[in-house]
């Protein structure tokens, strides 16, 4: 496999593994994404990344300054500390993480080197990790998402991976996937909102459907969210045709209201008065554009999770979780949310088109367009102009601009 072929486009830090055997030492996790958009999670001691370093400043003294120090392009990177403990571990994370960024931003010669690609390609051990100190379990870190890499106060405490237990058994359809039976504990690396978990289920690491796992202590409904039928507006970036009744049948480019969003990946949206399920990985919010390209560059998955519905639990070891609502249930909520905000009338108007048309459609009916100075609804304000009544969120979205769709947004979710 030559260097067109395998190079990485991105490499993101984790966090960090404390492991006992043979002696205590530390290991980081790092997510390497290649060009033909697999993934992969290896570990790599600070030691052997530094000596790495060391060797990439021989190969090209130029790109490291020791010639002309103008001329330095390789990013710095601190020596090890003589003994390293748990928070020097914790606190170098954010420099690792700028490091890693830098490296593989490098020019071609330098970032598709065979040095660089070794360090960074998946090996046995990474698979099937080490065995474990007898008596003492490893540990895992990992750093919360929502923090800055560049500033190392930013960098939340350490966190204990989550144990879930599987409910049904699995089995993968990829390499990227790992089967797991019914009763198996796993950890959870990364929880995904398009419903593919990346988890650890002894010495297999992959990605699973998060519809076949439920925390040990509790019901995995409990950690959902409670429907928000104001909605949160999204596109779609890919068509989906309805599989079961409770879906919906939407194209590309259309917007949409994100009111209930489950873990399963299956969020339930609303178009109009209709509600349904739809992947949420075929969405992304309105304004973030830049983000859902990122993200489609790197897509782990090409196909929806299985919905949470079509698992069999019976072994689940929860008696019963949070009963699951209906779409009647959703859409009846939501219409009666919309009439408290003034988005439709309770009842239908006589003189209007069917209750069950879209607020968008709703645009060329009568009663919400423009009266000129000459018309004269029921015989009312003949010859006097009208003022049209204020359209709805929903009716600005359908006719407005990009921008004006982004400041609606940002304006919402503020």
Same mark, same amino acid.
């Given at each position: 496999m *030559?260097?067109?072929?395998?190079?990485m486009t991105?490499?993101e830090l984790?966090?960090?593994?404390?492991?006992f055997?043979?002696s205590?030492h530390?290991v980081?996790m790092l997510?390497?994404k290649? *060009?033909?958009l697999?993934?992969?999670l290896?570990?790599?001691?600070?030691?052997e990344?530094?000596?790495?370093?060391?060797?990439?400043?021989?190969?090209f003294?130029?790109?490291a300054?020791?010639i002309?120090?103008?001329d330095?392009? @390789?990013?710095?990177?601190p020596a090890?500390k003589?003994l390293d403990?748990?928070?020097?571990t914790e606190t170098?994370?954010?420099?690792l993480?700028e490091?890693?960024?830098?490296?593989? *931003?490098?020019?071609?010669?330098?970032?598709?080197?065979?040095l660089?690609r070794?360090?960074?390609?998946?090996?046995?051990e990474?698979?099937?990790?080490?065995?474990?100190h007898?008596?003492k379990?490893n540990?895992?870190?990992v750093?919360?998402?929502?923090?800055?890499r560049?500033?190392t &106060?930013?960098i939340?405490g350490?966190?204990?991976?989550?144990?879930?237990r599987?409910i049904a058994?699995?089995?993968?359809t990829?390499?990227?996937e790992?089967?797991?039976?019914?009763?198996?504990?796993?950890?959870i690396?990364?929880?995904?909102?398009?419903?593919?978990w990346?988890?650890q289920?002894?010495?297999?690491?992959g990605?699973?459907?998060?519809?076949?796992?439920?925390p040990l202590?509790?019901?995995e409904?409990s950690e959902e969210?409670d429907?928000n039928?104001?909605?949160?507006?999204y596109i779609?970036t890919k068509?989906?045709?309805?599989?079961?009744?409770?879906?919906?049948?939407l194209?590309?480019?259309?917007?949409?209201e994100? @009111?209930?969003k489950?873990l399963?990946?299956w969020w339930?949206v609303?178009?109009?008065?209709?509600?349904?399920?739809?992947p949420?990985m075929?969405?992304?919010?309105?304004?973030?554009?830049?983000e859902?390209?990122?993200?489609?560059?790197v897509?782990?998955?090409?196909?929806?999770?299985?919905r949470?519905?079509?698992?069999?639990?019976a072994q689940?070891?929860?008696s019963?979780g949070?009963?699951?609502?209906?779409?009647d249930?959703y859409?009846?909520?939501?219409?009666?949310?919309l009439q408290?905000?003034?988005?439709?009338?309770n009842?239908?108007?006589?003189?209007?088109?069917? &209750?069950t048309?879209s607020?968008?459609q709703?645009w060329n009916?009568?009663?919400?367009?423009?009266?000129?100075?000459g &018309?004269?609804?029921?015989?009312e304000l003949?010859?006097a102009?009208?003022i049209p009544?204020?359209p709805?969120?929903?009716l600005?979205?359908?006719r407005?601009?990009?921008?004006?769709r982004?400041?609606?947004?940002v304006?919402?979710?503020?």
């Amino acid at each position: 496999m *030559n260097s067109e072929i395998s190079r990485m486009t991105h490499v993101e830090l984790l966090g960090f593994e404390k492991r006992f055997f043979p002696s205590q030492h530390y290991v980081y996790m790092l997510m390497v994404k290649w *060009n033909d958009l697999s993934e992969k999670l290896i570990y790599r001691g600070y030691p052997e990344i530094y000596t790495f370093h060391k060797s990439l400043k021989e190969m090209f003294p130029i790109e490291a300054g020791d010639i002309n120090k103008k001329d330095r392009i @390789i990013p710095v990177l601190p020596a090890p500390k003589w003994l390293d403990n748990q928070k020097s571990t914790e606190t170098r994370q954010s420099t690792l993480a700028e490091y890693c960024s830098s490296l593989i *931003n490098l020019p071609p010669k330098i970032s598709r080197s065979q040095l660089v690609r070794s360090l960074f390609k998946v090996r046995p051990e990474d698979e099937n990790p080490p065995a474990q100190h007898p008596l003492k379990r490893n540990e895992t870190f990992v750093v919360s998402n929502d923090k800055t890499r560049d500033n190392t &106060s930013e960098i939340s405490g350490p966190i204990i991976l989550e144990s879930y237990r599987v409910i049904a058994d699995y089995s993968h359809t990829s390499k990227y996937e790992i089967t797991l039976h019914i009763g198996d504990l796993v950890e959870i690396v990364e929880k995904s909102p398009n419903g593919w978990w990346f988890c650890q289920c002894d010495t297999k690491r992959g990605w699973v459907p998060a519809s076949y796992l439920e925390p040990l202590d509790g019901p995995e409904e409990s950690e959902e969210a409670d429907p928000n039928y104001a909605g949160e507006l999204y596109i779609t970036t890919k068509a989906y045709k309805a599989a079961q009744d409770d879906e919906l049948t939407l194209e590309t480019g259309e917007t949409i209201e994100v @009111i209930h969003k489950l873990l399963d990946g299956w969020w339930v949206v609303r178009k109009g008065e209709e509600t349904g399920h739809f992947p949420s990985m075929f969405l992304y919010r309105t304004g973030e554009k830049k983000e859902m390209v990122s993200e489609e560059l790197v897509m782990r998955r090409q196909t929806p999770p299985p919905r949470r519905s079509t698992i069999r639990n019976a072994q689940s070891i929860h008696s019963k979780g949070r009963q699951r609502i209906s779409q009647d249930t959703y859409r009846r909520n939501s219409r009666r949310f919309l009439q408290q905000k003034g988005g439709r009338p309770n009842q239908p108007r006589k003189t209007s088109k069917a &209750s069950t048309q879209s607020p968008l459609q709703d645009w060329n009916n009568r009663d919400n367009m423009p009266k000129t100075a000459g &018309s004269s609804p029921g015989g009312e304000l003949k010859g006097a102009p009208i003022i049209p009544p204020r359209p709805s969120p929903e009716l600005i979205m359908e006719r407005c601009t990009e921008n004006t769709r982004k400041k609606v947004s940002v304006r919402k979710s503020s």
